[in-house]
């Protein structure tokens, strides 16, 4: 699974941002979903504790002679993380600095949830929602369950989705509550059994103890004209109740 790297000291991390900039999906000029999640991020800010008891770290990435020769655009992005007792906030700024060149990009959280069976989890916020069916060639329907469950591969794009939604049965049996801010939609996915084994970085027998329920802008592209910054967030708050 995509696991946030052990930081060495030395001010940067080679890839283990769970971050999919600037496509989603397969790409035709680099890896599938882009750049963002395996190339090197430098640490601006180690982790601190604020005056508040808030624990926060900031990573950035700015373009580069890799990311140029797959997406040449300038850029830069900022990834800022909060963690409070009970809550991780994320909060993502994308830069464009130019003053000529207008770009697009997809920007997806690869929010990877452990739970004790998948079977048991229960997601809201979805009913009435207009989806993308990867696993029946891109068709698409609406959510017509007021709880979403996953018993098979599931690999849905949710549209227009609210910014709140539960996740059921997570670990030790509680409940998530994730929200999100300028993230238009919403990645439902677990690969089941066999497309787990085809997954070079996900074991075999990983995909009955994880849910991916992401927040992202993906169904539609974000245009940045030059000078402008887009700006998202996503907050995810453990629930015992």
Not at 222 to 238: K, R
Request: glycine share 8%; net charge neutral.
């Amino acid at each position: 699974m995509n696991k946030l790297a052990v930081f060495d000291g030395k001010k940067a991390i080679r890839g283990g941002i769970p971050f999919v900039f600037p496509q989603f999906g397969p790409w035709n000029f680099g890896p599938q979903h882009g750049f963002g999640r395996v190339v090197r991020w430098t640490l601006e800010r180690a982790p601190e504790r604020l005056p508040s008891g808030d624990v926060e770290a900031v990573f950035s990435l700015m373009d580069n002679e890799i990311t140029r020769s797959m997406w040449n655009y300038p850029f830069r992005i900022t990834y800022r993380l909060i963690l409070r007792e009970k809550e991780l906030h994320f909060h993502i700024g994308v830069y464009n600095p130019s003053k000529d060149m207008t770009f697009s990009f997809n920007l997806l959280l690869h929010t990877y949830l452990k739970v004790p069976d998948v079977r048991r989890c229960q997601i809201t916020g979805l009913h009435g929602c207009t989806f993308v069916d990867k696993t029946r060639d891109g068709a698409i329907y609406q959510e017509g369950r007021d709880a979403v469950t996953i018993n098979e591969w599931t690999d849905r794009v949710y549209q227009h989705t609210p910014q709140e939604h539960i996740i059921t049965n997570v670990v030790s049996g509680r409940k998530m509550r994730l929200q999100k801010y300028n993230f238009p939609d919403t990645v439902v996915w677990n690969p089941w059994m066999e497309k787990a084994r085809e997954c070079q970085d996900f074991g075999d027998d990983e995909y009955p103890n994880m849910i991916c329920v992401e927040a992202g802008h993906v169904s539609t592209p974000v245009i940045l004209l030059p000078g402008t910054a887009f700006e998202a967030s996503q907050i995810l708050q453990d629930r015992e109740e």
